[in-house]
């Protein structure tokens, strides 16, 4: 399964699953939004806590500017192997290239622990 270029940095396969049970957990206490349009909108809106994207995503240009605009606002993103995965952890019975978490209810120690990880990643790599 080939990775779209928008791909900035690896998530370690051991923070994959810590992701996707923050997507579970705050589909069911806290709140979610579903699918690019409506993370985009919270990245723009500085509503979100984490946004969350596929790395199987085809045509890669419809998650593309997720990353920039992300780095752009200063809004923490992460990516998880399938949107097949994303979609089954936001409780929907179709895929979804990419969701935002807006509230993460019981998730916030997950979410906290998933940013701290990542922030490290990104600061670990140079971005260019």
Known sequence: MAKGYYVKFEIPQELVQPILEAVRVAAQSGKVKKGTNEATKAIERGTSKLIIIAEDVEPPEVVAHLPIICEERGAAYAFVPSKQELGKALGIEV????????DPGDAQHIVDEVNLKISKIKSGKSDK
């Open 95 to 102: 895929t979804s290239a990419a969701a935002a978490i807006l």
